[in-house]
């Protein structure tokens, strides 16, 4: 059974700094990963999609990396700022295409 | 890109009434649309699979009774939570996939329901 960890479940910053958020998923037979992003109250914004043939993706300040073999995504977020301050959810989508998410990572960039 | 429109955004019921929320593909057909909910600081969890024209498949101890689903359309789906109770307030969300954009996911904007 997929399993999917993100760590750490919380990080504060402060404005300005690099960072990387990490997931780990137990059962590398993925379709793609995505990173998504939720306030508060809020649906979800999806950042970042990756295919399982992928390793990376950019958008923007943003970038994500795969690495199958070893069940590990990162995010790197560049020049972080009070704006990106939200929790970030990572998620696999399995061979039915249904998605199997992480607790996610509660970030906080203090100005 | 492919948009999910879901509504209410908000909703607040008494005790054993009845919430139906609706999510629509605006630009794309969906023949699959999912259903999660999310209880405060936790993670989304996956409730069901409402497939265009069949029974939803609900995930284990989803009570397909009390959340009905129904995807009559290529772009409509509806969950409808009956006889409501406090412990049904809960954060819902839709999400449909285009399969036409590299089986990415596109969210609703989801639905904050309150039981009182």
């Known amino acids: 059974k997929q399993e999917v960890t993100q760590i750490p479940a919380a990080l504060s910053v402060p404005e300005g700094e690099n960072l990387v958020l990490n997931c780990s998923f137990t059962d590398s037979a993925i379709y793609n990963l995505q990173w998504f992003r939720q306030d508060p109250g809020k649906g979800l914004t999806s950042l970042l999609l990756i295919q399982s043939s992928q390793r990376e993706q950019t958008s923007g300040r943003l970038n994500a990396s795969l690495d199958k073999s070893s069940g590990r995504s990162t995010l790197y977020i560049a020049a972080s700022q009070p704006g990106d301050s939200a929790t970030y959810l990572c998620?696999?989508?399995?061979?039915?295409?249904?998605?199997?998410w992480g607790a996610g990572t509660k970030l906080i960039i203090k100005p | 890109g492919a948009v999910v429109s879901q509504h209410p955004s908000r909703v607040i019921c008494k005790s054993g009434t009845s919430v139906k929320i609706e999510c629509r593909s605006l630009d794309f057909q969906a023949t699959t649309m999912f259903w999660y909910r999310q209880f405060p600081k936790q993670s989304l969890m996956l409730m069901a699979t409402s497939n265009e024209g069949s029974k939803a498949t609900y995930e284990q101890g989803v009570e397909k009774d009390k959340f009905l689903i129904n995807h009559a359309s290529l772009t409509l789906s509806t969950l409808t939570v009956t006889s409501a109770h406090p412990e049904d307030s809960s954060f819902y969300i839709c999400s449909a996939r285009d399969g036409t954009d590299n089986y990415g996911y596109t969210f609703g904007s989801g639905t904050r329901l309150t039981v009182v």
């Open positions: 998620a696999v989508a399995d061979s039915n295409y249904q998605l199997i």
